[in-house]
């Protein structure tokens, strides 16, 4: 018997920085019902699905969500009532009917899919990730975890967004995440040992202090990370769009203003002088011009990865694989509005031969989707921010449970 749509509900819920998101209930015609809860960027890329918000200044300075809410209870729940379970995403996108979400809201869309899709993993009796992975290789994925965090995630102390530790030679997830915990602790002690005051952590749970320079930030990671002998290695973010003003790449505290050759050279030294291994938004989300030639360059070296370069869409990472234009992309739910479109993504990278990494957003909530989406992705990487607060943790501590329950192959791509 086809398991249909019985009936949605949704209401506003605060995100980790206290803004409005949105959580959807979905309830299937055999009575599996389900929640999901959807996460939110700031340091968005302009070709994102568009989240809609209600834009009342009288309600949370017009981040309401009241419309996405009605939008699902309303308009979705009447045309979905009777829709095959296993069929939601296709009716979403075609009830929308526009190219970026932008008439019900892509955060009203992605709740109805995740919440439809954890109804029918508890109507099926299996975990979340078997039944997300439809058949794909699930595998748990290695961690790439924030240690020290800029830009728009940290009041702008620095230009680069996440300097992360990526712990590439582990043979467990738990292994892996103890050593990420004490490199966490051993950068802050290498940063208060430099005279910076450490109050608090930023939106991502990394740390944020006003440091000098972006390279300072790499310094400090290189040292934290040198008694693991190889083992874990880092990876930025650089989150380049948020720099990048009329063809030019404005980095303040290292006193320089960049064109995009001067922020391949940079990149390329950086790489040479520290153990980074992955590069995410080395350059802007419209610079297709260098791309290309980003990763003719440091491609072989490194993991070159378009965030607010391919914002999850389809079209955009097949434009990337035919002009070579990097070898990785970061997968986000919320940049595209449903999971069909997500593993079109992550299948998309795959076939070419791509890295996928499957990733958080910096406002997030409790909800651990993300850590049953990476295992069943099989594409082996997640981002998820730090180890301190507990949005984030719902993801590593799903992980950890899974790694209990479930004999899964560990081991970076
Ligand atoms: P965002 O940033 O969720 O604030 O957009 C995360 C990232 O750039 O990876
Ligand atoms: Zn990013």
Redesign the pocket.
Same mark, same amino acid.
């Given at each position: 018997m086809t398991l249909t749509i019985h009936s949605l509900a949704a209401w506003e819920i605060l995100d980790s920085r206290g803004r409005p998101t949105i959580a959807v209930q979905s309830t299937l015609s055999d009575g599996s019902t389900a929640t999901a809860q959807v996460p939110s #960027?700031? $340091?968005?890329g302009v070709h994102e699905a568009l989240e809609l918000r209600d834009a009342d200044p009288q309600r949370y300075r017009g981040k309401g969500v009241r419309k996405a809410v009605s939008h699902v209870e309303g308009e979705i729940a009447a045309a979905l009532q009777g829709c095959p379970a296993e069929a939601v995403d296709e009716a979403l996108i075609a009830l929308d009917g526009t190219p970026n979400k932008s008439r019900l809201g892509a955060n009203a869309l992605l709740g109805v899919s995740c919440a439809t899709a954890r109804a029918l993993a508890q109507s099926r009796g299996i975990p979340l990730w078997q039944h997300l992975a439809a058949g794909r290789a699930a595998r748990m994925p290695v961690p790439m975890i924030n240690i020290f965090s800029g830009g728009?995630?940290a009041g702008h102390n620095i230009e680069f967004?996440?300097f992360l530790a990526l712990p590439v030679r582990f043979d467990t997830y738990s292994e892996a995440l103890a050593a990420v915990v004490d490199i966490h602790t051993k950068a802050r002690e290498l940063a208060e040992a430099r005279g910076y005051h450490l109050t608090g952590v930023a939106d991502e749970g990394g740390w944020g202090p006003a440091l000098k320079s972006n390279e300072e930030a790499l310094e400090i990671l290189t040292r934290a990370v040198e008694p693991y002998g190889g083992r874990v290695a880092i990876a930025l973010?650089v989150?380049s769009s948020h720099f990048y003003q009329d063809g030019l790449y404005h980095l303040k505290t290292e006193g320089r203003t960049l064109n995009a050759g001067g922020m391949i050279d940079l990149l390329d030294q950086w790489t040479r002088r520290y153990p980074v291994i992955s590069i995410?938004d080395g350059l802007a989300e419209d610079d297709w011009n260098h791309w290309p030639l980003l990763t003719a360059r440091l491609g072989e070296r490194a993991q070159l990865i378009g965030?607010?370069f391919f914002t999850t869409n389809p079209q955009r990472v097949r434009r990337g694989i035919a002009e070579k234009a990097a070898n990785a992309v970061?997968v986000k739910m919320n940049q595209i509005g449903t999971l069909a479109e997500t593993f079109e993504v992550i299948d998309l990278a795959r076939s070419a031969g791509w890295r996928a990494v499957i $990733?958080a957003? $910096? #406002?997030e909530t409790e909800d651990s989707f993300l850590a049953d989406l990476a295992i069943a992705s099989g594409m082996g990487q997640i981002?998820v921010g730090s180890i301190t607060r507990s949005e984030r943790l719902a993801k590593y501590n799903r992980l950890l449970e899974i790694e209990k329950q479930h004999q899964l192959e560990y081991r970076f791509p």
């Open positions: #960027g700031a $340091s968005t728009h995630h967004q996440d973010d989150a995410e965030d607010d970061l $990733s957003r $910096s #406002g981002k």
